[in-house]
């Protein structure tokens, strides 16, 4: 994700970043081992601004591995428009791909969901 972030002149501290699904796999809400955490965790220790969605997921609540309290957020054209970066953590099905690469300004695709579903766009980076 650095490498993208430094190919577009922009450096990860106070970057914006919508990190979409919280949940260990996809279409369901187990948060048992999520990676999800641990990138909420890294992001935020190099000052980024971290929020993410999920509609299995509604609320994120501190715990004894992780410190940080958070709300799922809404995909809209507006909240997408916000964002550096949006990063597919959890490949649930019901999240509209064509969507989020029409209205997302750089979005890294860590399960190779986009183009699963026949998107292919020059803002959209495989990792």
């Keep these: 994700m650095i490498t993208y972030l ?5 450096a990860l501290n106070g970057t914006h970043v919508l ?7 996809k279409d369901i809400d187990d948060m ?3 990676p999800t955490l641990k990138l909420i965790e890294i992001l935020k220790s190099k000052r980024a601004e971290v929020d993410y969605s999920d509609p ?3 609320k994120l609540l ?4 992780f410190n940080f309290d958070m709300s799922s957020v809404e995909i809209t054209k507006e909240s997408l428009l916000k964002y550096d970066i949006v ?4 490949d649930h099905t019901i999240f509209d791909y064509k969507f989020i690469a029409e209205n997302g300004k750089l979005i890294v695709d860590t399960r190779n ?3 699963k579903n026949g998107i292919k766009k020059n803002n959209i980076f495989k990792a």
Excluded: M, W
Excluded at 6 to 10: A, F, V
Excluded at 62 to 65: D, E, F, G, Q
Excluded at 87 to 90: H, I
């Design 6 to 10: 430094n190919n577009h002149n922009k």
């Design 19 to 25: 990190i979409l699904g919280a949940s260990y796999k």
């Design 32 to 34: 048992h081992e999520s």
């Design 56 to 58: 299995y997921v509604p």
């Design 62 to 65: 501190p715990s004894r591995h």
């Design 87 to 90: 990063l597919l953590s959890t």
């Design 113 to 115: 969901s986009f183009e």
